[in-house]
């Protein structure tokens, strides 16, 4: 199928599903509704962002595996089962708790569930040795491979979804981050679609018209996740790269979480204490928005562009700084 078609194709079917998308969150009764508490929203929006990016990502391996022959992202068959079973069981384990409010511990255990059979299925998603640009050696991890693989798509996994609290601001980590593994990649019809169906979303999220909800963000993480540890495996981006840029995200995932136990909660119990929460009692959710996607912005910068150990470890302690600067002086007006 030719590229210009084939992104045509996927404009199309994507123009068709926010056509109906009231009638598809009708059918479903999947609605967020405010609460004047953690939901500020005046009115019930569709909560169908996981079906949204599900369906194209779905139309999109269906494609890969029996049209597009020599421009296929995934190396074979058993990366495209081992991204879609998880994908699957992590969208629907959304969709319920979307509906029914998943117990945090039950979605922990089908998480850890979720990630070890997908990650079984290729080895290719597994993180067998550790490469940084600071240290000539390789850490290998042998035995430790599977556990800290699925710790850090735990991690991952959590943080992405503590981020989706204001609109536009998880999808718009998700467009940075698939723009950057495409600039990595060169070019690939995959990341391009992604972006594709993410732009629609944020145009639409950001008039109210549809949330990401659980099922979306789980979704959104896993394959992030996933792809994140595929470019690593295939020698196109380091360790600490990641870290710079998933710095923000789980700096505030580790704050949050902390600040939860200590009060004798679980550590992925919602509330209101994140970044975005504290920013929004100052600035209105459009500024906070911009503030937070301009540091995540500098930090992929400073990820993609710069080589030097010293200068990435000043820019990291500067936006380790704005973080705390921000929390220690907004969190209590």
Not at 165 to 187: A, E, K, Q, R
Request: some cysteine; charged content about 15%.
């Amino acid at each position: 199928m030719n590229n210009i078609i084939f992104i045509l194709f996927f404009i199309v079917i994507n123009l068709i599903l926010f056509l109906y998308i009231n009638k598809i969150s009708k059918f479903l009764k999947l609605y967020d509704y405010p609460d004047n508490n953690r939901k500020i929203h005046k009115s019930k929006v569709p909560l169908i962002g996981g079906i949204y990016f599900f369906i194209n990502i779905t139309f999109y391996l269906i494609l890969e595996n029996f049209v597009l022959v020599d421009q296929t992202y995934f190396s074979n068959k058993k990366e495209i089962i081992s991204i879609y079973f998880g994908g699957l069981i992590f969208f629907l384990m959304g969709i319920y708790d979307d509906k029914n409010n998943l117990n945090p511990n039950t979605k922990l255990i089908l998480s850890i569930f979720a990630i070890f059979i997908s990650i079984s299925l290729s080895n290719k998603f597994i993180v067998n040795d550790l490469n940084f640009l600071f240290y000539e050696k390789q850490i290998n991890l042998d035995k430790f491979s599977i556990p800290f693989t699925i710790f850090c798509i735990l991690v991952f996994l959590n943080a992405f979804n503590m981020i989706d609290g204001i609109n536009g601001l998880s999808i718009s980590y998700f467009l940075i981050c698939t723009f950057y593994l495409l600039f990595i990649s060169i070019w690939n019809l995959f990341f391009i679609i992604l972006i594709i169906c993410s732009i629609f979303f944020l145009y639409y999220n950001f008039k109210n018209k549809i949330f990401l909800g659980d099922s979306g963000s789980l979704l959104l993480g896993f394959i992030l996740a996933l792809i994140f540890i595929k470019s690593y495996n295939e020698d196109k981006i380091l360790a600490d790269q990641i870290i710079i840029l998933m710095i923000l995200p789980g700096i505030d995932l580790l704050r949050v979480a902390i600040s939860r136990i200590l009060k004798k909660k679980h550590a992925f119990e919602p509330d209101r204490n994140h970044l975005h929460h504290i920013l929004m009692k100052k600035f209105n959710n459009f500024s906070s928005y911009i503030l937070i996607t301009t540091i995540i912005l500098t930090a992929s910068m400073l990820s993609l562009y710069i080589r030097n150990d010293f200068i990435n470890l000043i820019g990291i302690s500067l936006i380790l700084a704005i973080y705390f600067l921000i929390i220690n002086n907004f969190k209590s007006k």
